[in-house]
């Protein structure tokens, strides 16, 4: 039987000796993983609900949700902003509703033509102004 990797690993043949956490970053479905015994569970003892050993091999299973039962983590999360699991003791907070920017302070949708009018115009001097120093020193030569 073959099973979703994205559920379900096994990682106790590899001789692995550290595994940094950002590694499962975005590993929401990750239910169960089985590592040598010399590793710890990814985000700890508390990102997992059964915690087993057996014989030379430590066994994670059932991720849980660092978040609580609203969707806010007051602490990790800064206002107009919503936890989410992210993986095995990992968060993002993700704007909510009309926010957006940096900590979600900005209310509103964000000005994209504005932004993409200035990066338009930018980006087409630079490109006249490279092509037209270029050009010269190539009908120089």
């Known amino acids: 039987m073959l099973r979703d990797p994205s559920v379900c690993s096994d990682l106790t043949e590899n001789p692995l000796e550290n595994i940094p956490n950002a590694s ?16 710890e569970c990814p ?10 050993t057996r014989g030379n091999s430590r066994t994670c299973q059932g ?7 609203s969707g806010e983590l007051a602490w990790l999360c800064p206002e107009n902003s919503l936890c989410s699991p992210d993986g095995p ?4 907070c993700l704007c909510a ?9 900005r209310e509103g949708t964000f000005p994209m033509l504005l932004f993409y009018g200035i990066l338009g115009a930018v980006t087409t001097t630079l490109s006249l102004l490279a092509w037209g120093t270029q050009r010269r020193k190539a009908k120089a030569s």
Request: hydrophobic fraction near 35%; glycine fraction near 14%; charged fraction near 5%.
């Open 24 to 39: 499962f970053q975005g590993f929401t479905r990750l239910q169960s993983i089985s590592l040598p015994l010399a590793l």
């Open 89 to 92: 003791g990992l968060v993002q």
């Open 43 to 52: 985000g700890g003892s508390m990102a997992w609900d059964h915690i087993t």
């Open 97 to 105: 509703g009309s926010y957006h920017g940096y900590k979600c302070l």
């Open 63 to 69: 991720q849980t949700n660092p978040c609580n039962s």
